[in-house]
């Protein structure tokens, strides 16, 4: 996690920091403490304000991707080993024994309370980081900052533009190299990045098998599809859009932006094609053009 805030004193940053560990100890699937950690353990809480905000943004989002993000898949990432390095391609039937804990549909919010159906366990960890970095900007614009840029692993949250009042550039990571992508201008917007390449492991098959898992079948989710970078005003909504859209794929990803109209893309592609959608245009610059053909989606 790196926070740089220009026309603030430290105390803002330390700030953050405490903002940033308390929403941890929300979220937390591994703090046996967290409010996530205690509902996986006994079934149901009295959640807080801010656990039955998200869950319920999540809940929406599944609605919204056709279940392409689901926060209930929790048992089947442990039993890949995604949550603790120990990583294992499960037997089929497992998976499928595991698929019927996982649904999101089952998961049960009122004001009072948040219920999983036994077995199940959620995980906020496609769109936690993203929600956190609203709240830490809604922090800054409280102390009158009007120029900070967060990054939160992945998650870049830039507020405002530069102190000189020009644009944020941002360098988008290649999946496949340590070079840049490209870069991107922004300015007060939320740029989330999901893919592959983050969390995987090479099966005795020789197969590679990443973090994101496809909801309907249990494994990694290969869409054709090597990142998905989503830019837009919410951070909560960048992130989960970046995990459903990964899942979904170009086409089904393509559709979802135009329908919605409220945020951007640069997707890589397992062909070799970065595309960007049209509201990035002018604002994105491809680093390695002779690695990458640029495509341009326009809305109409
Ligand atoms: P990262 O956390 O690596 O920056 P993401 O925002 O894409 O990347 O979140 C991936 C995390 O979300 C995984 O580590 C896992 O905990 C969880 N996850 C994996 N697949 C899904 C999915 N289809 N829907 C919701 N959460 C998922
Ligand atoms: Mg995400």
Redesign the pocket.
């Known amino acids: 996690m790196s926070l740089r805030a220009y026309g603030c004193g430290q105390e803002v940053l330390e700030g953050l920091k405490a903002e940033t560990e308390r929403i941890e100890g929300l979220f937390s699937v591994t703090k046996a403490d967290s409010e996530i950690a205690r509902l996986n353990a006994e079934g149901r809480i009295a959640p807080s304000a801010e656990t039955r905000d998200l869950v319920g943004k999540a809940l929406d989002l599944a609605r919204e991707t056709d279940g ?4 209930a ?2 048992p089947l ?1 442990k039993e890949w080993g ?2 603790t390095g120990q990583y294992q391609v499960p037997a089929e039937a497992r998976i499928r024994e595991l698929l019927a804990l996982t649904d999101w549909e089952k998961i049960e919010l009122s004001d009072a309370e948040l219920r999983v159906a036994d077995g199940m366990a959620l ?1 906020l ?3 936690a ?2 929600y956190t970095a609203d709240v830490l900007t809604a922090k800054l614009k409280e102390a009158g900052v009007t120029s900070a840029l967060l990054d939160l ?3 870049i949250q830039a507020v405002g533009a530069k102190p000189d009042g020009s644009a944020w550039q941002i360098g988008i990571r290649d999946p496949q190299g340590e070079d840049h992508l490209g870069i991107v201008s922004v300015k007060g917007a939320a740029v ?3 893919g592959g390449y ?2 995987y492991f090479t099966g005795e098959d020789g197969q590679v098998y990443w ?5 309907a079948t249990g494994y990694p ?1 290969k869409s054709g599809l090597l990142s998905v970078t989503v830019i837009g005003p919410a951070g909560w909504r960048c ?1 989960g859009l ?3 859209l ?2 979904m794929g170009p086409e089904k990803a393509q559709a979802h932006w135009k329908q919605a109209g409220d945020y951007e893309l640069i997707l890589v592609t397992d062909d070799g094609q970065v595309i960007v959608t049209d509201g990035l245009e002018e604002l994105f610059k491809l680093s390695q053009p002779d690695k990458y053909t640029l495509t341009v989606w326009k809305r109409d």
């Open positions: 392409a993000l689901d926060i898949l929790y990432l995604f949550t995980d960890g496609s769109l980081k993203g692993g992945g998650n989330v990045t999901s983050e969390r973090h994101i898992l496809d909801p989710a992130d970046s995990t459903a990964f899942v």
